[in-house]
């Protein structure tokens, strides 16, 4: 009879203990499944060292005075123009500025208007018209510009340089004078738009203007010409970025 009521006594317990299990169980919260998160490209960084090629046209105007009188208000001068660039950009936040200078090779040519000679007195004798020839350009500038990630506005100013032939008209059979070789140095002006294709290869389109100043060269009858030369240039260029 004693071990009848322990088996009873024990049995209860045991059926207490899973009624408590269960109703622990119950009150646990059920599992919470999240996505894991979205994977954000970060934006394109500008900043570092760049070096490239460019190729373009430009359109050179040579602005003449023979003896204090203009004689040529814009002489075409124009050709294609080719070379190389290199520079360094710091970014922060969208702003970019940066350095950079390029060096091209040009056969801009052109050719002023046949000068005839005046009524007399004094008799002139007429001669042919003068060359011009930019034979390359190069600039060393500031660039400043806004990033909207791969994408980069920019506008450019710095010192613009040339190098420019002179050679004075005449008629045949007598032979032209040698031409004169001399160095421009002027201001630069420009601005454009550059799409970063991978991390380092970039790409960009470019509008500069250039005014180089003047320079005077003697004449063959001893008066002077005074040339001045600007020139504006549409390229397109490709640069490695490190």
Do not use: C
């Given at each position: 009879?004693?071990?009848?009521?322990?088996?009873?006594?024990?049995?209860?317990?045991?059926?207490?203990?899973?009624?408590?299990?269960?109703?622990?169980?119950?009150?646990?919260?059920?599992?919470?499944?999240?996505?894991a998160?979205?994977?954000?490209?970060?934006?394109?960084?500008?900043?570092?060292?760049?070096?490239?090629?460019?190729?373009?046209?430009?359109?050179?105007?040579s602005?003449?005075?023979?003896?204090?009188?203009?004689?040529?208000?814009?002489?075409?001068?124009d050709?294609?123009?080719?070379?190389?660039?290199?520079?360094?950009?710091?970014?922060?936040?969208p702003?970019v500025?940066?350095?950079?200078?390029?060096?091209?090779?040009?056969?801009?040519?052109?050719?002023?208007?046949?000068?005839?000679?005046?009524?007399p007195?004094?008799?002139?004798?007429?001669?042919?018209?003068?060359?011009?020839?930019?034979r390359w350009?190069?600039?060393?500038?500031?660039?400043?510009?806004f990033?909207?990630?791969?994408?980069?506005?920019?506008?450019?100013?710095?010192?613009?340089?040339?190098g420019?032939?002179?050679?004075?008209?005449?008629?045949?059979?007598?032979?032209?004078?040698?031409?004169?070789?001399?160095?421009?140095?002027?201001?630069?002006?420009?601005?454009?738009?550059?799409?970063?294709?991978?991390?380092?290869?970039?790409?960009?389109?470019?509008?500069?203007?250039d005014?180089?100043?003047?320079?005077?060269?003697?004449?063959?009858?001893?008066?002077?010409?005074?040339?001045?030369?600007?020139?504006q240039?549409?390229?397109?260029?490709?640069?490695?970025?490190?």
């Open positions: 009879m004693r071990s009848s009521r322990l088996v009873v006594s024990a049995a209860a317990a045991l059926s207490a203990i899973v009624g408590m299990s269960a109703a622990s169980a119950a009150d646990l919260s059920a599992p919470v499944y999240t996505k998160p979205v994977r954000v490209d970060p934006a394109y960084n500008w900043q570092g060292f760049y070096v490239g090629g460019h190729v373009g046209g430009i359109w050179g105007r602005r003449v005075f023979d003896d204090g009188v203009l004689t040529e208000s814009g002489a075409p001068t050709g294609v123009v080719g070379g190389i660039l290199a520079g360094y950009n710091w970014q922060t936040g702003l500025l940066g350095v950079e200078g390029d060096f091209g090779w040009s056969d801009a040519q052109g050719h002023g208007i046949i000068i005839p000679p005046p009524p007195p004094p008799p002139v004798v007429p001669r042919g018209p003068n060359s011009y020839n930019l350009d190069s600039h060393i500038v500031g660039k400043a510009g990033a909207s990630d791969r994408w980069l506005i920019f506008a450019t100013g710095g010192v613009a340089i040339a420019f032939n002179f050679q004075e008209g005449a008629l045949p059979p007598d032979p032209p004078p040698n031409s004169i070789s001399k160095t421009y140095a002027g201001f630069s002006v420009g601005g454009g738009v550059e799409y970063a294709f991978t991390q380092n290869l970039l790409g960009r389109l470019q509008y500069i203007y005014d180089f100043g003047g320079k005077d060269y003697v004449a063959v009858d001893g008066g002077t010409y005074h040339v001045n030369l600007t020139s240039t549409l390229r397109g260029a490709l640069a490695w970025k490190f």
